[in-house]
Nanobody, 125 residues
Framework: EVQFAESGGGLVQAGGSLRLSCSAS????????IGWFRQAPGKKREEISC????????HYADSVKGRFTISSDDAKKTVYLQMNSLKPEDTAVYYC??????????????????WGQGTQVTVSS
């Protein structure tokens, strides 16, 4: 069973950049999509980006479109999330997870329990 470990979070000023990494261990052969979601205190989980493992199709939530870029390195079994032009409202714990589909609506929930421990991103104003 695949497991994910997120890293790369930190404290950054508004307008800055961070690159998050999601390293997969175990077999990824039957993983259809990998994505990122974030959870801020007192707020609902927000799906923010996903990538299809079959055709590389990528989608983004409107809140991050044009600022965040998802990519993958299959050889390293790692998915990245490049975050530019960060805003204070991007502050959250970021998780990568396994998804059944990667759709433009960005409303597909992650498979239960498929995410790692998360990585904290804090953007100061």
């Amino acid at each position: 069973e695949v497991q994910f470990a997120e890293s790369g979070g930190g404290l950054v000023q508004a307008g800055g950049s961070l690159r998050l990494s999601c390293s997969a261990s175990g077999s990824t052969l039957d993983v259809d999509a990998i994505g990122w979601f974030r959870q801020a205190p007192g707020k609902k989980r927000e799906e923010i980006s996903c990538i299809s493992t079959s055709d590389g199709r990528k989608h983004y939530a409107d809140s991050v479109k044009g600022r965040f870029t998802i990519s993958s390195d299959d050889a390293k079994k790692t998915v990245y999330l490049q975050m530019n032009s960060l805003k204070p409202e991007d502050t959250a714990v970021y998780y990568c997870a396994r998804y059944v589909w990667c759709l433009a609506t960005m409303r597909t929930p992650p498979l239960a329990g498929s995410w790692g421990q998360g990585t904290q991103v804090t953007v100061s104003s």
